[in-house]
């Protein structure tokens, strides 16, 4: 079993910064792509970003790109994601998830298979 424990996340004004941490843990932990995911109040879960864990390839939604960055350590099975410039629509329960399989897309949620128990992200404006 796998074990994904986010950290991070808080209350910012906008044009803030906040970072989240994913570690993961449990039996040999072997993933091909960590993502964050979020979720706002009414709405659909939706991707943010994710990186393959192996040559760390990155892809994020177009909502984020040039203010948030994904990152590893795989040392520590980690995963990053630091958020800068945060606007009020940034706001949203945040979520990091593992892809053990190379197939489907990095982006779509279905294809996860282990998740973070979500991480509340506030941006006041």
């Known amino acids: 079993q796998v074990q994904l424990v986010q950290s991070g996340g808080g209350l910012v004004q906008a044009g803030g910064s906040l970072r989240l941490s994913c570690a993961a843990s449990?039996?040999?932990?072997?993933?091909?792509?960590m993502g964050w995911f979020r979720q706002a109040p009414g709405k659909e879960r939706e991707f943010v970003t994710a990186?393959?864990?192996?040559?760390?390839?990155?892809y994020y939604a177009n909502s984020v790109k040039g203010r948030f960055t994904i990152s590893r350590d795989n040392a520590k099975n980690t995963v990053y994601l630091q958020m800068n410039s945060l606007k009020p629509e940034d706001t949203a329960v945040y979520y990091c998830?593992?892809?053990?399989?190379?197939?489907?897309?990095?982006?779509?949620?279905?294809?996860?298979?282990?998740w973070g128990q979500g991480t509340q992200v506030t941006v006041s404006s």
């Open positions: 998830a593992a892809k053990t399989h190379l197939t489907g897309s990095n982006s779509y949620g279905g294809e996860y298979d282990y």
């Open positions: 449990g039996r040999t932990f072997s993933a091909y792509a």
């Open positions: 990186i393959r864990w192996s040559g760390g390839n990155t």
